[in-house]
C-alpha cells in the first residue's frame, strides 16, 4: 500500500492484479475478501479522467502510433470516440472537424469505407466510420456520408447465398452480414434487395449449441452470436432462431469470475461483456417470442402432460404461423419497413428483469478489467487497449440500464456498482451508438 498525498491508502498497481487473480482461482465474490476494506471502494470506482485522458492520447496520435492498426484506423476513431461519449464527454471542434476529414478520405469513389486512405472499402471499417460519424454528430459529419455509393457498395458485396462479403473476394461471414445491415439500418437504406435470404445465411450458422457461428459448420462465438442476433432483428426474422436454446447458450457464458466468455471452455474476457452481455440484453426484450416458442416446444413434447386450463391458453400461439412474419407494427415485407425496426426497438420497450447477473459483470468489469491508470483490458495480466476499453464501457452501460422501465431512464442506484458517478450513457443495443446520437442520425436520414 502507498500513501497518496491526500493521506488514503491506495494499492500498487501489482498488488491489485494479485488480489484479483488470486481470488479468481476460486469466485469473484471471493476477491472482497482479500482486497483490504480500504482499498475496496477505490477499485469499484470508474476512473473516468484517467480513461478520458488515455482515450485523448489515443486519439491525437492516431496518425502515428498505431502502425500495425494502419488498416483498422476508423476501427480506432469509433472505439475512442465511442468511449468517450459514453463517458458523458465530446472531443473539441477542431479534433472533430478532423476526424470527419480523415474519414471523407477513408470513403472510396465507388462507396464505402477502408481501413486508411487509398485502402479498399470494407465492410468492417463502413461500420466503424458510420457509427464514429453518428457519434459525432451535426450536419457536417453526417452529411459526409455518400449513402447512395454505399448503398453500390452493399449491393455489390451482397452473395446470392444470402451473405455478404467483408470486401471484394473477401470472406462471406456473419460480422459481414451485421455491419451490412447495421449500417444500411441507421442510414436508412436497407431494402430487400439488401436483406433477401439473410436470415437463411444467418439461420444456418446457428449451432447445435445454441450460439450463432460466424459461417455455416464453424463453432459458436459470442462475436458472432451478437452480430446474428441483432441483424436478424433489424430485417424482422429473429422469430426463425432457436431462441430458447440461443438463451440457454449466453446466460451460461457468464462464469464464475462474473464476467463473460466468448465460446464454451474459454477464459473469460471484458470485450464479451458487450458482444454476449448485448446479445442477453437483445433477448431480454425478446420475452414474448421466447415463450411463444417455449409453448409451441412444450405443446409438441408433452400434450399429454399439459393440465386443461394450460391446454387452451397455449392454443393459437403456434410459432409456425408467425416465424416468418415481421414484427410487430410491420406488415409483410414492404422496404420501409425494415426502416422503422431500430427505431422501434428502442421504443416499444417493455419492463423486464435481465437474463444475467448485472451486477456480478459490473464488478468483473470494474474490478478485473479496469487498470486504474486508465484503460480498460481483457483481464488481470493483459494489457489496455483501445478496443477493450470500448466494448468494456459499452457492456458496464448496458448492465447499468438493464433494469431501467425505458432505454434511457435513470437507473436506481441499488443496480448501479461503485458510487452513482460511475454512471455512463445509455447506447441503442442493436448499433453501439449513444442513444441519443442514434436518435439525433436517426431524425435526419428519415428526412433525407
Ligand atoms: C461488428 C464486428 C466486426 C464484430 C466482430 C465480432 C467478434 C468479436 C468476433 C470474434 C471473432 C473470434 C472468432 C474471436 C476469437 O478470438 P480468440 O480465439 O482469441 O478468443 P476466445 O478464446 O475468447 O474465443
Ligand atoms: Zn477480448
Given at each position: 500500500m502507498e500513501a497518496s498525498a491526500a493521506g488514503t491508502l491506495s494499492p500498487t498497481v501489482s498488488q491489485r492484479d494479485q488480489w484479483i487473480v488470486e481470488s479468481q482461482v476460486f469466485h469473484i465474490y471471493q476477491l472482497f475478501a482479500a482486497i483490504p476494506p480500504n482499498a475496496r471502494s477505490l477499485m469499484l470506482e470508474l476512473q473516468r479522467e484517467k480513461h478520458i485522458e488515455f482515450l485523448s492520447k489515443g486519439l491525437r496520435h492516431l496518425g502515428s502510433a498505431f502502425s500495425v492498426l494502419d488498416a483498422s484506423?476508423?476501427?480506432?476513431?469509433?472505439?475512442?470516440?465511442?468511449?468517450?461519449?459514453?463517458?458523458?464527454?465530446?472531443?473539441?471542434d477542431e479534433l472533430e472537424d478532423n476526424t470527419v476529414d480523415f474519414l471523407n478520405r477513408c470513403q472510396d469513389?465507388?462507396?464505402?469505407?477502408?481501413?486508411?486512405?487509398?485502402?479498399?472499402?470494407?465492410?468492417?471499417?463502413?461500420?466503424?466510420?458510420?457509427?464514429?460519424?453518428?457519434?459525432?454528430?451535426?450536419?457536417?459529419?453526417?452529411?459526409?456520408?455518400?449513402?447512395?455509393?454505399?448503398?453500390?457498395f452493399m449491393r455489390r458485396m451482397k452473395q446470392p447465398n444470402g451473405g455478404f462479403r467483408m470486401h471484394d473476394e473477401g470472406e462471406i461471414d456473419v460480422r459481414a452480414c451485421y455491419t451490412a445491415i447495421s449500417v444500411a439500418s441507421v442510414l436508412n437504406i436497407l431494402d430487400d434487395e439488401l436483406v433477401r435470404n439473410v436470415g437463411d445465411y444467418i439461420l444456418s450458422c446457428q449451432t447445435y449449441e445454441g450460439g450463432i457461428a460466424g459461417e455455416p459448420g464453424?463453432?459458436?462465438?459470442?462475436?458472432?452470436?451478437?452480430?446474428?442476433?441483432?441483424?436478424?432483428?433489424?430485417?424482422?426474422?429473429?422469430?426463425?432462431?432457436?431462441?430458447?436454446r440461443l438463451t440457454?447458450?449466453?446466460?451460461?457464458?457468464?462464469?464464475?469470475e462474473c464476467g463473460f466468455q466468448g465460446r464454451t471452455n474459454k477464459l473469460v474476457d471484458g470485450c464479451y461483456s458487450f458482444w454476449?452481455?448485448?446479445?442477453?440484453?437483445?433477448?431480454?426484450?425478446?420475452?414474448?417470442?421466447?415463450?411463444?416458442?417455449?409453448?409451441?416446444?412444450?405443446?409438441?413434447?408433452?400434450?399429454?402432460?399439459?393440465?386443461?386450463?394450460?391446454?387452451?391458453?397455449?392454443?393459437?400461439?403456434?410459432?409456425?404461423?408467425?416465424?416468418?412474419?415481421?414484427?410487430?407494427?410491420?406488415?409483410?415485407?414492404?422496404?420501409?419497413?425494415?426502416?422503422?425496426?431500430?427505431?422501434?426497438?428502442?421504443?416499444?420497450?417493455?419492463a423486464s428483469e435481465p437474463l444475467f447477473h448485472s451486477i456480478a459483470l459490473q464488478q468483473y468489469i470494474l474490478l478485473c478489467s479496469q487498470e486504474q491508470d486508465g484503460g480498460l483490458r481483457d483481464k488481470p495480466g493483459k494489457r489496455r487497449d483501445h478496443y477493450h476499453t470500448c466494448y468494456c464501457l459499452s457492456g458496464l452501460s448496458l448492465c447499468q440500464y438493464s433494469w431501467s422501465k425505458?432505454?434511457?431512464?435513470?437507473?436506481?442506484?441499488?443496480?448501479?456498482?461503485?458510487?452513482?458517478?460511475?454512471?455512463?450513457?445509455?447506447?441503442?443495443?442493436?448499433?453501439n451508438v449513444v442513444l441519443e446520437r442514434y436518435r439525433e442520425a436517426h431524425k435526419f436520414f428519415a428526412g433525407l
Open positions: 484506423r476508423p476501427w480506432l476513431c469509433y472505439w475512442i470516440i465511442h468511449s468517450i461519449a459514453l463517458l458523458g464527454e465530446s472531443i473539441d469513389p465507388n462507396g464505402g469505407y477502408a481501413g486508411g486512405p487509398g485502402q479498399m472499402p470494407h465492410l468492417a471499417t463502413t461500420y466503424a466510420a458510420v457509427n464514429t460519424l453518428i457519434t459525432l454528430g451535426g450536419e457536417k459529419s453526417l452529411a459526409s456520408i455518400n449513402r447512395d455509393k454505399l448503398y453500390g464453424s463453432e459458436a462465438h459470442g462475436g458472432y452470436t451478437f452480430c446474428g442476433l441483432a441483424a436478424m432483428i433489424l430485417i424482422g426474422e429473429v422469430n426463425r432462431l432457436d431462441l430458447p440457454d447458450w449466453v446466460v451460461f457464458r457468464q462464469g464464475k454476449q452481455g448485448g446479445a442477453v440484453v437483445l433477448l431480454q426484450r425478446l420475452h414474448s417470442f421466447i415463450d411463444e416458442q417455449l409453448a409451441e416446444a412444450l405443446q409438441f413434447f408433452t400434450i399429454s402432460d399439459v393440465v386443461p386450463e394450460d391446454k387452451e391458453s397455449l392454443a393459437g400461439t403456434s410459432s409456425h404461423s408467425t416465424c416468418r412474419i415481421r414484427h410487430e407494427g410491420m406488415s409483410e415485407s414492404s422496404s420501409s419497413d425494415f426502416k422503422n425496426i431500430g427505431y422501434n426497438f428502442i421504443n416499444e420497450w417493455k425505458r432505454p434511457d431512464s435513470p437507473p436506481l442506484p441499488k443496480v448501479v456498482m461503485g458510487p452513482y458517478s460511475n454512471l455512463l450513457e445509455p447506447i441503442h443495443p442493436l448499433f
